[in-house]
T-cell receptor, first 116, second 115 residues
């Protein structure tokens, strides 16, 4: 089946630095990818929708200059958390829609970001 | 507009007893419905999905769900709980035939299994 690979699975960084998270579709082309943030014991919150070759669409309240999304190819989308602060610590998950699979959604394994 | 409501934030059952996780949805379009499971610090794994075919959907690990349009429900069941079923479960709704649409997550139900 469709697989989405997300790296790294966990990362610790210092305040003020930037962190890049990658999301790759391994055996299919993903024209659309989604980035979510999950706080402890809460549901997933959609941050942005990433379309290959165009600018991402951010949800209300999500700072696009803070959370940079790039979807340069049909198999790779990246989320860069810029000038990270401790409040950015969270679990980030990407997903991709799979055309031809009744529009199912495959999720990456998630990235635990801790900013110290 | 779409929404999904998971009626229980926490369900606790004994090992070997049935599991019922409740989900109600609201959708202006013909919906696709999914159940995902998330183990601690892990990504989401698809359990099953309904996309306008058979209303009774069988998934992995013995789970199944029934789409009831009249009740706008898509409850997840399993005849006999196993300790490994302890996890967070999310009910998800999205319009059918729209791969780029946002998917709406329920608030999640934490399933605990008592020995």
């Amino acid at each position: 089946g469709a697989v989405v690979s997300q790296h790294p699975s966990w990362v610790i960084c210092k305040s003020g630095t930037s962190v890049k998270i990658e999301c790759r579709s391994l055996d299919f082309q993903a024209t659309t990818m989604f980035w979510y943030r999950q706080f402890p014991k809460q549901s997933l919150m959609l941050m942005a929708t990433s379309n290959e070759g165009s600018k991402a669409t951010y949800e209300q309240g999500v700072e696009k200059d803070k959370f940079l999304i790039n979807h340069a190819s049909l198999t790779l989308s990246t989320l860069t958390v810029t000038s990270a602060h401790p409040e950015d610590s969270s679990f980030y998950i990407c997903s991709a829609s799979v055309k031809g699979d009744n529009y199912g959604y495959t999720f990456g394994s998630g990235t635990r970001l801790t900013v110290v | 507009a779409q929404s999904v409501t998971q009626l229980d934030s926490h369900v606790s059952v004994s090992e070997g007893t049935p599991v019922l996780l409740r989900c109600n949805y609201s959708s202006s379009y013909s919906p696709s419905l999914f159940w995902y499971v998330q183990h601690p610090n892990k990504g989401l794994q698809l359990l099953l999905k309904y996309t306008s075919a058979a209303t009774l959907v069988k998934g992995i690990n013995g789970f199944e769900a029934e789409f009831k349009k009249s009740e706008t429900s898509f409850h997840l069941t399993k005849p006999s709980a196993h300790m490994s079923d302890a996890a967070e479960y999310f009910c998800v709704v999205t319009p059918t035939y729209s791969s780029a649409s946002k998917i709406i997550f329920g608030s999640g139900t934490r399933l605990s299994i008592r020995p």
